[in-house]
Structures are given as structure tokens and as C-alpha cells.
């Protein structure tokens, strides 16, 4: 069982320059999501989709795009990369979290802008 | 808005002491409560969660937690640490009544247990 998976776990990118990284679960949950950690500032929600078709907003999600395909994928993409974005980016997923499921997460993507 | 605290950066213990990392959250009405660990270079990982019930709750490595309505405080509590519990740690609060689809989390507190 993979649980969740993301890739690529490290990437450079130019300032300009867009990227989609990707997240995958194979346990049918119907929740995902992506926080994006910074040193003091813990995580921080960029989007979440609560199932295929639905996404909305978190508490950071300006320069990032999100869609819903399938129940497995919930790539994040970076339209216009700054440095400001340069960060450490985990996916989460989990069952209903309205039902009090803890989340999964992947094991990252350390993301430098430059 | 919800919001979690975590009002120490660092705690250090020595091995076989007891071990206590700090919680306070601010959510209208009951809440749901989580501690997550994370390792060097790995992503967060669930240790336990209170939901309703029992105000002390277990969890994985022998960690427990106790939830304190009024005042409104979520403490992870081990009886005797290990070197190998050093981390960072994570607690975070879900307000189920806006259909529960945020979790906040706090800043982390990194635990360094001394042999």
C-alpha cells in the first residue's frame, strides 16, 4: 500500500518558470489537500478538494492552481514561480475529514525558486 | 476563525523523564484535535486525535494527550521519553460545524530528548 505519493521530492525552478507537482493515493479517500511549511510558520492550507470535481480555497492560495480529476490525483501547479514560493509542499489526504479522520501525508517536495 | 498555538519553540528533556509539548486552540464550539510528528526529512505523521468522549486519549509510541475544555488546551504527554522521540510536533484543530475541510496547524515545537 503506497498511500500517498508525490513527486519530485526536490526541484529548482527559475523565477517565471510554472510546475505541476504531483500528488497520488491509492486509498479511495475522498479528501485531499496541499500545505505548504515554512521555519515558525508550521503549515499553511493551500487548497483542498473534498472530492473529484470540488476544490476550494485554503489560507494561502494565491499563485497556485489545483484541479480534480480523479478520486487518486491532485496535482498543484505553480503559474508564475517567485521566490516567495520556495518552501517544503506536502499533500494530505484523508476519509470525510467531517467524521474526525487523522491525514495522511506524503513525504514532500522541497520546492527553491531562484 | 480557528486558530492553534503552540507557545514553545524548543523543549528539552533528559531520557527517561517525563515529556509535556504545549497546545492551546481557539475554535467556536467543540473541536476536533490532532498531534502529528515529523522526522528529519519525512513528511508529518499521525500520533493521535480527540474527537468526543474520554478527556485523556492514546496514542501511537506510548504518547497521550488530554483535552481541557475551559482551557481550551490540547497537551501531548509522554511518561518517559526516549532520545529517539526528537522531532517536531504538530498539533492542529478542525472545527467539524464549518464542515470540518480546514485543518490549522500550529508552528511546532521541536522536542530534543538529551541521553
Known amino acids: 500500500n503506497a498511500g500517498v505519493t508525490q513527486t519530485p521530492k526536490f526541484q529548482v525552478l527559475k523565477t517565471g518558470q510554472s510546475m505541476t507537482l504531483q500528488c497520488a493515493q491509492d486509498m479511495n479517500h475522498e479528501y485531499m489537500s496541499w500545505y505548504r511549511q515554512d521555519p515558525g510558520m508550521g503549515l499553511r492550507l493551500i487548497h483542498y478538494?473534498?472530492?473529484?470535481?470540488?476544490?476550494d480555497q485554503g489560507e494561502v492560495p494565491n499563485g497556485y492552481n489545483v484541479s480534480r480529476s480523479t478520486t487518486e490525483d491532485f496535482p498543484l501547479r505553480l503559474l508564475s514561480a517567485a521566490p516567495s514560493q520556495t518552501s517544503v509542499y506536502f499533500c494530505?489526504?484523508?476519509?470525510?475529514?467531517?467524521?474526525?479522520?487523522?491525514?495522511?501525508f506524503g513525504s514532500g517536495t522541497r520546492l527553491t525558486v531562484v | 476563525a480557528q486558530s492553534v498555538a503552540q507557545p514553545e519553540d524548543q523543549v528539552n528533556v533528559a531520557e527517561g523523564n517525563p515529556l509535556t509539548v504545549k497546545c492551546t486552540y481557539s475554535?467556536?464550539?467543540?473541536?476536533?484535535l490532532f498531534w502529528y510528528v515529523q522526522y528529519p526529512n519525512r513528511g508529518l505523521q499521525f500520533l493521535l486525535k480527540y474527537i468526543t468522549g474520554d478527556n485523556l486519549v492514546k496514542g501511537s509510541y506510548g504518547f497521550e494527550a488530554e483535552f481541557n475544555k475551559s482551557q481550551t488546551s490540547f497537551h501531548l504527554k509522554k511518561p518517559s521519553a526516549l532520545v529517539s522521540d526528537s522531532a517536531l510536533y504538530f498539533c492542529?484543530?478542525?472545527?467539524?460545524?464549518?464542515?470540518?475541510?480546514?485543518?490549522?496547524f500550529g508552528a511546532g515545537t521541536r522536542l530534543f530528548v538529551k541521553a
Open positions: 492542529a484543530v478542525r472545527d467539524p460545524n464549518t464542515g470540518g475541510f480546514k485543518t490549522i
Open positions: 494530505a489526504s484523508s476519509y470525510a475529514p467531517d467524521t474526525g479522520h487523522g491525514y495522511t
Open positions: 475554535v467556536s464550539g467543540n473541536p476536533y
Open positions: 478538494s473534498v472530492g473529484a470535481g470540488i476544490t
